[in-house]
């Protein structure tokens, strides 16, 4: 299986689990909130591995740099 295919899985399996727990309630905002939860980890890891370095993460992440701070301060990942 491949890293894209497990993570991809992950996701699969949570989001199941998210809506079993929801046990018939309808979810709202679930987008919004779903690329939330994962932006942040990934922001913060991709900025690990860069050596906090917000030009070579970006590039990494194929945003422009503004882009990638705003999205720092929005997580509140900025240190």
């Not at 679930?30 to 590039?59: F, I």
Request: charged share 25%.
């Amino acid at each position: 299986m491949s890293e894209q295919q497990s993570i991809e899985n992950c996701i699969r399996a949570n989001l199941e689990t998210y809506f079993r727990d929801l046990d018939g309630t309808e979810p709202s905002g679930l987008y919004d909130m779903l690329v939330k939860l994962v932006e942040k980890p990934l922001l913060d890891v991709v900025m690990t591995q860069s050596g906090q370095n917000q030009s070579r993460a970006a590039e990494w992440l194929g945003l422009n740099r503004n882009t990638l701070r705003k999205k720092l301060l929005d997580h509140q990942l900025l240190k």
